[in-house]
């Protein structure tokens, strides 16, 4: 890194600064420690009324909230609370009614600023009630969860489920700032932290064998709380999806590449009945290991790519095949395969798949030959 690029990575409060260029969308993400103390100063020059309406969830609220609506007050910005419960359920039609409602009994208006404090559910709820709220209010992200650091609070979807599934119903709304206060990952429950991490190590699996290797070597620390790994970690992360993101913001070919691991991934989500036994992290690990053993089948990617994969996911503790998730009988390879054929990259009827020539180097297959994908959900299953 150049001097130069080091002065513009260099963020207020210490923190890394990592722009995504998106035009007149453009914003930043700061990502390090003490960002919610001094929330209310990096959100003040964005205002054009000093109003917030910060909206979190039952867990979080506890945690931060003081912090954050403390810091707004210093500043000289009225604050007003909205939480809602913990969990998935909240990101639904019912919930962002009343927040909507709530939002507007808080004297939000065009010119206020809603803020997004919580993991992703939070993220997209919140998000997605200020693209709806009044035709569309600013909003930020104060992402609380390492998934939400790395990956639902940068690129600007937002929206909540339906009983058809799940984020059916969005809109794309940017953030005007993301912070990424990596202090708040402390009181983060291990497994949800080691799920956030599953996407993490997915950049580097995706684009940037640099980064796995700086994983595998410092991976460890970071999980551990030690804030400057730690920092960089989320910080390599949203350069990551910033860059993609920027290159193509409304998902019509590089940003599929993020889906390293979904398809597979997702398929067994469903399978399991999002009741909270398998997170989405722990799917995405699997199915980033199942992605490459099917790479390795094709004869696209040397074995000892997918064998490192594999080795550093299960050293964080992370699931690498159905069967390492307790307390789930699984369907056959059939049932995985038919999962994985409604999901919404399939173009023309085609399954399309992220598979990968090697560490950092992703790309897209289209209708890839059945029986080998048979094979490789077999074998993922075997006992
Ligand atoms: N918009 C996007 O691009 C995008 C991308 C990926 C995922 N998502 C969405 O993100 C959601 C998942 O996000 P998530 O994993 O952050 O889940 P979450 O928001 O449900 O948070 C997980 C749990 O951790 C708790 N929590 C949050 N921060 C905490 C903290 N600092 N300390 C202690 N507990 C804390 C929450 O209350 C919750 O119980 C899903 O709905 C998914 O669809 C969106
Ligand atoms: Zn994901």
Known sequence: ?????QDSAAGPHGATRIPVELGPRSYDILAGTGLFENSGVLVKPLLRRPHCVVVTDAN????YLETVSESLTAAGITARALIVPAGEGSK???QLEGLLDGMLASGLDRKSMVLALGGGVIGDLAGFAAAVALRGVDFAQLPTTLLAQTDSAVGGKTGVNLAAGKNLA???HQPRLVLADTGA???????????GYAEVVKYGALGDSAFFDWLEENGPRALAGDSAPLAHMVAASCRAKAAVVAADEREAGRRAL???GHTFGHALESAAGYDGRLLHGEAVAIGMVTAFDMSVRLGMCPAADAARLRRHLAAAGLPVRPADVPGIGWGGAADWEKRMQVDKKNADGKLVLVLARGLGRAELVTAPPRSVLQATLKEALAP
């Open 1 to 5: 890194m150049t001097p130069q690029q």
């Open 60 to 63: 979080v609220a506890p945690l």
């Open 92 to 94: 639904s039609f019912t």
């Open 170 to 172: 969005g809109a794309f």
């Open 185 to 195: 990952l402390a009181s983060l429950p291990r497994r949800e932290l080691l799920a």
């Open 258 to 260: 993020l889906n390293l």
